[in-house]
C-alpha cells in the first residue's frame, strides 16, 4: 500500500476505511511551560510534531460567545444571558482569533498546515462547557454555577443550552466553510467513575443541544470527534446516537475501560487517545512508557479505528523524554499489515 497523507489517512480512519498506519496526534493545544521546553530543545513545537510524525494539527475557536472574557466577568445571571445576542459566529474574526495563551492557534492559522499534507481539526465548544465560561472569574470556570442552574433552573438553562448550541454551530459551519477537515467538539460531563449530572439530566438538557451542533457538521459531510473528559460510560448510547466519528480521551485515569468501551461502540467508530497525562506520562520512565504503549496499542490498533494522541494536553509535570518515548514506539506499532 503506497504511503498516504496525513489528511488522507485522518478521512480514512474517520469514515471505516483502513489507513496506512495509526495516527498519530499531540491533543488540542499546548501548556506554555511544555511549549517554552519544546522550543528550547527542538526549537519549534512544529519541529517537534515533525520528528515525532503526527498528523493533524487543531485549530480552537473562541470560547466565549457574548463579548469576550472581561464582558463574561461581569454577568452572573442567566436571565441576562438569555436575553443577550452573541457575537457573530460568522465573523471572520472567528477563525482568526486565539482562544488563549494556551489553545492558541486559530482555525485560520491551522488551515495554512494543509500545504504540508496535514489534516486540520477545528476544536469547538459544546453547551455545557460553554455554559461554565459564562461564569468564569480570574480564570476559573464557573462549574458551580452552570450545575446549579441545571438543578434549579432547568427550563432557562435548557432555552440557554439551545441558544449556545445554535451558536456553535454557526461557529462550526463557518470554520467548514474555510475549509477543516473534522470538528473535534469539546464537552466535558464525566468526573471520576461517574458524570457530573444524571444521565436523565444529559439526556433531557444536553443531548437535545448537542445533536444540533452535530447535525449542522454531518450536512456538510464532515466528521465530528467528541472530546468529554471523564467517565462518560453511562451515556456511551446517547453520544453514538448524536453522530460520532469518534470519542476522545477514553480516560482510563477516571475509570473508563478501553476494552469496554471498544466493545461498546464497536467496529465502527474511531477511539482517540491511549496516553494517559494522569497515570501514564507523569510517573512512568521512557521504558514503562513504551511497555505502556504496547499495551493500548494491543487493546485499540486492530479493534476498529484509532488515532494515538494524550488524554489531554501534556503538562510540566511531564518529562521530555518520556514524551518522546511514547510517540517514537507508537510510531514503530503504528503501521498496518495489509
Given at each position: 500500500?503506497?504511503?498516504?497523507?496525513?489528511?488522507?489517512?485522518?478521512?480514512?480512519?474517520?469514515?471505516?476505511?483502513?489507513?496506512?498506519?495509526?495516527?498519530?496526534?499531540?491533543?488540542?493545544?499546548?501548556?506554555?511551560?511544555?511549549?517554552?521546553?519544546?522550543?528550547?530543545?527542538?526549537?519549534?513545537?512544529?519541529?517537534?510534531?515533525?520528528?515525532?510524525?503526527?498528523?493533524?494539527?487543531?485549530?480552537?475557536?473562541?470560547?466565549?460567545?457574548?463579548g469576550g472574557a472581561e464582558n463574561h466577568?461581569?454577568?452572573?445571571?442567566?436571565?441576562?444571558?438569555?436575553?443577550?445576542?452573541?457575537?457573530?459566529?460568522?465573523?471572520?474574526?472567528?477563525?482568526?482569533?486565539?482562544?488563549?495563551?494556551?489553545?492558541?492557534?486559530?482555525?485560520?492559522?491551522?488551515?495554512?498546515?494543509?500545504?504540508?499534507?496535514?489534516?486540520?481539526?477545528?476544536?469547538?465548544?459544546?453547551?455545557?462547557?460553554?455554559?461554565?465560561?459564562?461564569?468564569?472569574?480570574?480564570?476559573?470556570?464557573?462549574?458551580?454555577?452552570?450545575?446549579?442552574?441545571?438543578?434549579?433552573?432547568?427550563?432557562?438553562?435548557?432555552?440557554?443550552?439551545?441558544?449556545?448550541?445554535?451558536?456553535?454551530?454557526?461557529?462550526?459551519?463557518?470554520?467548514?466553510?474555510?475549509?477543516?477537515?473534522?470538528?473535534?467538539?469539546?464537552?466535558?460531563?464525566?468526573?471520576?467513575?461517574?458524570?457530573?449530572?444524571?444521565?436523565?439530566?444529559?439526556?433531557?438538557?444536553?443531548y437535545p443541544a448537542m445533536k444540533i451542533?452535530?447535525?449542522?457538521?454531518?450536512?456538510?459531510?464532515?466528521?465530528?470527534?467528541?472530546?468529554?473528559?471523564?467517565?462518560?460510560?453511562?451515556?456511551?448510547?446517547?453520544?453514538?446516537?448524536?453522530g460520532i466519528a469518534g470519542l476522545h480521551?477514553?480516560?482510563?485515569?477516571?475509570?473508563?475501560?478501553?476494552?469496554?468501551?471498544?466493545?461498546?461502540?464497536?467496529?465502527?467508530?474511531?477511539?482517540?487517545?491511549?496516553?494517559?497525562?494522569?497515570?501514564?506520562?507523569?510517573?512512568?520512565?521512557?521504558?514503562?512508557?513504551?511497555?505502556?504503549?504496547?499495551?493500548?496499542?494491543?487493546?485499540?490498533?486492530?479493534?476498529?479505528?484509532?488515532?494515538?494522541?494524550?488524554?489531554?494536553?501534556?503538562?510540566?509535570?511531564?518529562?521530555?523524554?518520556?514524551?518522546?518515548?511514547?510517540?517514537?514506539?507508537?510510531?514503530?506499532?503504528?503501521?498496518?499489515?495489509?
Amino acid at each position: 500500500m503506497r504511503v498516504m497523507t496525513s489528511r488522507e489517512r485522518v478521512m480514512a480512519t474517520l469514515t471505516g476505511k483502513r489507513p496506512d498506519r495509526v495516527l498519530l496526534n499531540f491533543f488540542a493545544g499546548w501548556n506554555i511551560a511544555v511549549r517554552e521546553k519544546v522550543a528550547a530543545r527542538y526549537g519549534s513545537v512544529d519541529a517537534f510534531c515533525d520528528l515525532m510524525h503526527t498528523d493533524i494539527v487543531t485549530g480552537v475557536l473562541p470560547r466565549f460567545p457574548f463579548g469576550g472574557a472581561e464582558n463574561h466577568a461581569r454577568i452572573m445571571d442567566l436571565e441576562q444571558y438569555l436575553e443577550l445576542t452573541p457575537d457573530d459566529p460568522t465573523a471572520p474574526a472567528m477563525i482568526s482569533t486565539p482562544c488563549d495563551q494556551v489553545l492558541n492557534l486559530t482555525v485560520k492559522d491551522a488551515l495554512r498546515y494543509h500545504e504540508q499534507g496535514k489534516a486540520v481539526f477545528c476544536h469547538a465548544w459544546g453547551v455545557f462547557e460553554l455554559s461554565q465560561f459564562l461564569y468564569e472569574h480570574d480564570g476559573l470556570p464557573g462549574t458551580e454555577m452552570a450545575l446549579l442552574n441545571m438543578a434549579a433552573e432547568p427550563e432557562k438553562n435548557r432555552r440557554m443550552f439551545l441558544k449556545l448550541a445554535a451558536w456553535t454551530a454557526d461557529c462550526v459551519e463557518n470554520a467548514i466553510k474555510a475549509g477543516v477537515d473534522v470538528i473535534e467538539l469539546s464537552d466535558d460531563w464525566g468526573q471520576q467513575r461517574t458524570m457530573m449530572f444524571s444521565p436523565k439530566m444529559w439526556w433531557d438538557m444536553i443531548y437535545p443541544a448537542m445533536k444540533i451542533i452535530f447535525d449542522r457538521a454531518r450536512r456538510y459531510n464532515v466528521p465530528v470527534l467528541l472530546h468529554s473528559d471523564g467517565d462518560v460510560t453511562l451515556v456511551l448510547d446517547g453520544i453514538m446516537q448524536l453522530g460520532i466519528a469518534g470519542l476522545h480521551p477514553v480516560q482510563e485515569s477516571s475509570g473508563m475501560s478501553p476494552q469496554h468501551t471498544r466493545e461498546k461502540l464497536g467496529p465502527r467508530y474511531c477511539i482517540m487517545g491511549g496516553l494517559d497525562t494522569i497515570t501514564a506520562l507523569p510517573v512512568m520512565t521512557p521504558a514503562e512508557i513504551r511497555v505502556e504503549v504496547e499495551r493500548v496499542f494491543s487493546i485499540l490498533k486492530d479493534s476498529g479505528p484509532y488515532i494515538f494522541s494524550d488524554s489531554h494536553m501534556i503538562q510540566d509535570d511531564t518529562d521530555l523524554d518520556v514524551v518522546v518515548a511514547a510517540y517514537e514506539r507508537a510510531y514503530e506499532l503504528a503501521e498496518y499489515s495489509h
